[in-house]
């Protein structure tokens, strides 16, 4: 099984889309006038004071949780597993090389994530409890069936939500954390699998809102925890980081040589692990994280959009990057391991026994906020299959929903187990899942651009400054059969304008 999905996972991470999303990227980078590079400042400053404001700005917006709450829940979701099993698996399978190539892929992927996050917004629906909701099969619906015309707009939304709901199955978070807690007490995977599944029903058992809480709290923290412990380990071997960057470029362009317990890698190796987990890892252009960035608290699309990038650069080019450094530096890429196991084994060589122990609460942390984050997108997506069902019958669905979702990673843990299943296959169905979705949505982003631009454009004048707003723009899709613009669903916050008076 292995093997058929190792050629099915390289099939679909080829050359159509990993051109599909160079060329997405490159369109969508020239045209917004390099945003993510040229305004990073204005990114992380705008991230960094509303994460730490007493009260968000936009409370009085039409959402369910804040735009913090949102970012927490989208960064809990993607900031995970695949950080720490992802990348591992990554330079493991394509060597240091792979990690060029998700930088680049995460470059890209912060201007590809704000557009989608944008859309997301715009295009989102309020239910009948006044709640909004959003994400890639409402751009599709509205975008491209209402907009545009286009009578068969179901064909992309039912490949993607397969696509996504492959994941529900085939869940990575679960299997990770279990491997990684029990090679590090040297307990089954099976109760420990059991006891994440509890505390994941805890979680979810007040839905978007309760998850959005608890997330708040925990993913700072977290993150902030890992980062430590990965710079306290790079900056103990900083005479070799010469060494550990010029492995990452060699690899990236001339492939690997085998070495100890790898067994070598040729550029398209790297070119296609290092894409693949990087959109697996931070979910640019997956089409995951807009659906709950879309029930945010916000008055303009783009104010969450810059959120989006901002979650691609902690995830991939800070939090990835430290896990990548770590493995490299402390040599165990080469030994033959993968996944958690690789990771953890990296951080008991750069900081003894501690640290392994240390890092497995880490990843428990990281699994348990990634488990209860895409909670919120598989519910997002069934609320928007159901759309036109009475408000009874959602409701059962859902109630039936919430007790299942635990249920599934747990399963395939189990079967793992009993059969002796190796991670490395596991990773493999996550290649799948994440291919599908990806080249539908980044496709259907490329189309509908135009609204992005346009969104960009007045949220530029609006609050950085630059050019002139536009008072014809409809802001959210809604308005306009409120006959409402601009002026009147999006004002300037104050501390906005006093930056723009800086």
């Known amino acids: 099984m292995g093997e058929l999905l190792e050629s099915i996972a390289a099939f679909l991470w080829g050359l159509p889309l990993i051109i599909t999303i160079f060329v997405t990227g490159i369109y969508l980078t020239i045209r917004s006038k390099l945003f993510q590079f040229v305004h990073l400042p204005h990114i992380l400053k705008q991230a960094f004071t509303n994460m730490f404001k007493k009260k968000d700005t936009d409370d009085n917006s039409k959402g369910i949780i804040s735009s913090f709450e949102a970012v927490s829940t989208a960064v809990g979701g993607s900031v995970g597993v695949a950080n720490i099993g992802g990348v591992s698996t990554a330079i493991a399978v394509g060597g240091p090389g792979a990690v060029f190539w998700m930088w680049v892929c995460a470059l890209f992927g912060m201007i590809i994530k704000t557009v989608e996050v944008t859309l997301s917004v715009h295009y989102r629906n309020t ?23 286009f009578t068969y707009w179901m064909i992309p939304a039912i490949l993607f939500g397969f696509g996504i709901f492959i994941t529900f199955f085939f869940t990575l978070q679960n299997y990770t ?5 029990s090679s590090t007490f040297d307990i089954s995977m099976i109760p420990i699998s059991i006891t994440l599944m509890l505390l994941t029903y805890y979680v979810i058992y007040g839905g978007i809102k309760h998850v959005g809480k608890v997330a708040s709290k925990l993913v700072p923290f977290m993150v902030l925890f890992y980062i430590l412990a990965g710079i306290y380990i790079i900056v103990s071997n900083f005479t ?11 690899g990236a362009f001339g492939g690997t040589a085998a070495a100890g317990g790898f067994t070598g890698a040729a550029v398209a190796q790297a070119i296609q692990m290092g894409m693949a987990r990087s959109v697996y890892s931070n979910e640019g252009g997956w089409g ?5 960035h879309s029930t945010a608290k916000v008055n303009h699309p783009v104010k969450q959009g810059v959120w989006g990038a901002f979650e691609v650069f902690i995830d991939t080019i800070v939090v990835c990057s430290i896990t990548a450094f770590v493995i490299i530096i402390t040599g165990q890429w080469s030994t033959g391991l993968s996944g958690a196991q690789l990771t953890l084994s990296a951080f008991e060589v750069g900081v003894g026994e501690i640290g392994r122990i240390i890092i497995t609460l880490a990843v428990f942390l990281f699994g348990l906020t990634t488990l209860t984050g895409w909670y919120v997108y598989y519910e997002v997506l069934l609320r928007h299959l159901f759309r036109n069902k009475s408000a009874k019958l959602k409701s059962r669905f859902l109630t039936l929903y919430n007790w299942i979702y635990p249920i599934p990673g747990t399963l395939l843990v189990i079967y ?32 509908l651009s135009k609204k992005f631009f346009a969104l960009l454009s007045d949220y530029k004048a609006r609050y950085m ?6 008072p014809t723009i409809d802001i959210f899709y809604e308005d306009r059969d409120a006959g409402l613009g601009s ?10 304008e006093d930056d723009k008076a800086k």
């Open 127 to 149: 239910d009948e409890n006044g709640d909004p909701y959003g994400g890639p099969t409402y751009y599709m619906e509205k975008g491209l069936g209402e907009e545009k015309n």
């Open 465 to 470: 400054g630059i050019g002139e707003i536009d």
């Open 177 to 181: 954390i279990s491997e990684a807690v």
């Open 487 to 496: 002026l009147s669903q999006a004002p300037q916050d104050k501390a906005q």
């Open 416 to 447: 793992a187990v009993i059969q002796g299943m190796p991670g490395q296959t596991v990773w493999y169905f996550a290649d799948v899942a994440s291919a599908i979705p990806t080249f539908i949505n980044v496709v259907v982003i490329l189309i």
């Open 288 to 292: 995951t994280s807009p659906m709950v």
């Open 240 to 250: 070799q980081i010469d060494d550990v960057l010029a492995a990452i470029f060699q």
